[in-house]
Structure formats: structure tokens, C-alpha cells
């Protein structure tokens, strides 16, 4: 069975999409048709803007939105019996098997980057990869904490994701380091996404999600929220609301498409980050 992958945000790069646009009409069309929808030149940001611009958190969701979503739809044969997408690229993988339209997924991706970019600037937070360290050893630290500080992505085998406010973090990367953390990575960025910090977000992305419509998925996706595969509109709406504030269980959900029979995995967008995570969990599953 044949499973695709979409990527979140840190695999953005200057000129992504850029060999689509010249070599594929139809990618043509659907980067235009972007700038349109959005109201302004998203396509030169992402062809020949500088990094530090497609850094910020609002050019950086829309970019690789619109490249995963745009090469998915120009792909040979992409009749995918299982999707999923690692915290944004959920929504790109929504917009590539037709759950909402690549225009609406465009309207909900501008928003959400927006309204998170508003938070991080209100409320300083920060993320950290933890590695070599057990989930329990990491959730118990994090729960021990007298701050907001949480386990955000279960990436694969002892690489876990945490994140919180800024004292927080300091605290609990110091203890994980004191009782055997082989490595502690901080993010480059000024959010604390997938953690209680995002509530305000949530509540605003909720309006949002609520005016577009929906259609009921014509094969799984494996939703970050949950780790098990989702069908109907219903289910998919609410879990990627819930997203914003729960952590993303990757490992959890390549362990489940594999129990259930993919037998390949494909990652449509910039970089190949998932399929380097895939061999982890593959290897800790054999």
C-alpha cells in the first residue's frame, strides 16, 4: 500500500517550486492562482526572497502549502492509499486528496500562520529536540515543571520535540541534560506551537475552520492528534483544530500505517526530514 507524507515547517528554501512553475502548465496556473487568492506575490517571496523573509512563520506555512500541494496535483499516479502531514502538512495533505480545495486550504493556511504569528509575538515561547532520552523520562521532567512546558512532537525513537516558555524550557533542558540527554537541539523559533500557549490561537483558527467546507476523505489520513487514520469531514475538522494545542504523534502514526499495511512511503514537499524519520521508527519497529 502506498503512503504519502507531507512536511511542516523547517524545510523551506529560496527557490522552492521555482523549476514546477517553468517546467509544468498546470503548476503554473496554481502558483498564479495563489498570488491571486492571496492578495499579493507569494510565488517571488518563495522564487527569489531572501531566507530570513520565508523564516517568518506566516511565508513559511504558505510556502510549503502551496509547493507539497501543487507538486502533489502535477504528480503521476498519485492515487495514495494513506496520507499524512506533520503538524502544517496535515493541511497540505487535506488539500492534495481534495478534503477542501487548494484555494480554501490557501485561506486557512494565511490565517492560521497569521493568527500564530500574533501569539509568538505576545507571548514568547520556544521549542527544543530532545534526543536519547525515553518519552516517559521527558513527559515525567516536563510534568515535574512548575511553568507551561509540554512534550510537542513525538518525531521518532528517542527524538522528542518539547515546548513552552522560555524559563521553562531553560529548566527542563537542564534537568534533561543532567540525567542523560545524549543531545539538546533549541529551535529557531519564537513560538511555543503544539502546547497550551497556542489556546488563544485556537479558538480564532475554530472561526475559520467553521467557513470552509469539508468532504469526507477518500482514504485515511493518519491525524497528527490521534495517530490513527480519519475518514470523515467531522472528525478531520475537529482534529485539526486540536492540533494547534495537542502534540504531534509521528512515531505513533508511522507505526500505525505500517501495522496497516503501507508498504512504501512517499514525501511530497521541500527536503526529505520525514523519510530520514521513517528509517528510525522502522528501525525500532523490526
Not at 504528480?75 to 492509499?81: A, I, K, Q, S
Request: charged share 20%; net charge positive; with cysteine.
Amino acid at each position: 500500500m502506498k503512503a504519502y507524507l507531507f512536511p511542516g515547517q523547517g524545510s523551506q528554501f529560496v527557490g522552492m517550486g521555482k523549476n514546477l512553475y517553468k517546467n509544468s502548465h498546470m503548476a503554473k496556473k496554481l502558483f498564479q492562482l495563489s498570488d491571486e487568492v492571496l492578495g499579493f506575490r507569494m510565488t517571488s517571496i518563495m522564487f527569489e526572497g531572501s531566507i530570513d523573509i520565508l523564516k517568518n512563520t506566516k511565508y513559511t506555512q504558505l510556502s510549503i502549502y502551496i509547493y507539497s500541494v501543487i507538486l502533489a496535483k502535477t504528480l503521476n499516479n498519485f492515487e495514495p492509499d494513506m496520507v499524512a502531514g506533520h503538524s502544517l502538512g496535515e493541511l497540505s495533505a487535506l488539500a492534495a486528496i481534495n478534503v477542501f480545495s487548494f484555494e480554501d486550504g490557501l485561506i486557512l493556511v494565511n490565517q492560521r500562520a497569521s493568527i500564530m504569528q500574533d501569539i509568538c509575538e505576545s507571548i514568547h515561547g520556544g521549542m527544543a529536540v530532545v534526543f536519547g532520552l525515553e518519552d516517559n523520562i521527558i513527559e515525567n521532567i516536563c510534568k515535574n515543571d512548575h511553568g507551561i512546558i509540554v512534550p510537542s512532537n513525538y518525531n521518532s525513537p528517542k527524538q522528542l520535540v518539547i515546548s513552552g516558555e522560555i524559563q521553562a524550557l531553560k529548566r527542563v533542558c537542564s534537568d534533561l541534560k543532567k540525567i542523560g540527554a545524549k543531545k539538546i537541539l533549541v529551535l529557531p523559533v519564537h513560538g511555543a506551537f503544539h502546547s497550551p500557549i497556542m489556546k488563544p490561537v485556537q479558538k480564532k483558527f475554530q472561526k475559520i475552520v467553521n467557513q470552509i467546507f469539508f468532504q469526507d476523505s477518500k482514504c485515511p489520513i493518519y491525524q497528527n492528534v490521534t495517530a490513527l487514520p480519519v475518514t470523515k469531514s467531522d472528525d478531520i475538522k475537529k482534529n485539526i483544530v486540536k492540533q494547534l494545542t495537542f502534540p504531534v504523534r509521528w512515531k505513533q502514526s508511522i507505526k500505525n500505517m505500517m501495522n496497516n499495511g503501507a508498504s512504501s512511503f512517499t514525501e511530497i514537499g521541500p527536503g526529505n526530514v520525514l523519510l530520514g524519520l521513517i528509517k528510525k521508527i522502522s528501525r525500532s519497529s523490526s
